[in-house]
């Protein structure tokens, strides 16, 4: 009786060069097809994130109105952010919740929150009316500082906002002038009650701002009751 030659039966447990070849060409194949995919999701996934932060965080905003009985402001800044895919235009990058006591500056009662890499708020008056009115950040009358100063560059100086101000009954009204699309001066601003038509903000991505794609294929729309401060979301 013969034993089995080594070399054979390495052989026979062995791919061929054409076999490794059509197994990657598969796998090469696969990868070409799932990659779209993968990459929408991730996409969808960073908005769908940057949007539920947002809204809890406009929901806090509500509560600390009520529990302290005072109002509280949720600042929306707008300003260059050399570091992101828009690096000369001015875009809402972050957000704050600030304090506004009465015949005193204004002071920060959260840490600003930065919204996802590749997500902003959209600009446009069709995608985000509450946020037209933007006057150009001031320094504080006492303290001489700035409530916000960008973590990307630049001074406070550099920073416009828009503003939601929650009151101690759980509503709302918004800093607002009677030229909405325009930089408001200090003299022309008022806090009011937006209809509910008009009483939205969009985040999307920010290769879809001035894109002129009215929705874009991916938002995170959130509708504001300014009555009850209640919130909505709309998603495509």
Do not use: W
């Not at 799932?34 to 769908?48: H, K, N, Y």
């Not at 509560?63 to 001015?90: G, L, T």
């Not at 509450?130 to 100086?157: I, K, R």
């Amino acid at each position: 009786m013969h034993a089995k030659s080594p070399s054979r039966f390495a052989k026979s447990g062995a791919f061929t060069l054409v076999e490794l070849l059509t197994v990657v060409g598969i796998i090469t194949l696969l990868i070409a097809l799932a990659t779209p995919t993968l990459v929408d999701v991730i996409r969808s996934t960073r908005l769908s994130s940057a949007g539920d932060s947002l809204l809890n965080r406009l929901s806090l905003a509500q509560q600390e109105a009520i529990a302290r009985s005072k109002e509280v402001e949720f600042r929306f800044y707008k300003y260059v952010n050399p570091n992101s895919d828009r690096p000369s235009q001015a875009l809402f990058y972050a957000y704050q919740v600030v304090e506004t006591p009465s015949g005193q500056d204004a002071r920060a009662i959260s840490e600003p929150f930065y919204l996802e890499s590749g997500v902003v708020l959209a600009p446009e008056m069709s995608l985000s009316p509450l946020l037209q009115t933007t006057p150009a950040q001031t320094q504080g009358v006492l303290t001489q500082q700035y409530v916000f100063v960008p973590g990307s560059g630049g001074t406070g100086s550099d920073v416009q906002y828009a503003a939601l101000r929650y009151y101690p009954d759980g509503s709302c009204r918004l800093l607002n002038s009677n030229t909405p699309g325009n930089t408001a001066t200090a003299t022309a601003l008022a806090y009011t009650v937006p209809p509910l038509a008009n009483s939205f903000l969009t985040l999307v991505e920010t290769q879809f701002v001035g894109s002129g794609t009215i929705p874009p294929p991916n938002y995170y729309c959130i509708q504001i009751d300014a009555y009850t401060g209640k919130a909505r979301v709309y998603r495509p």
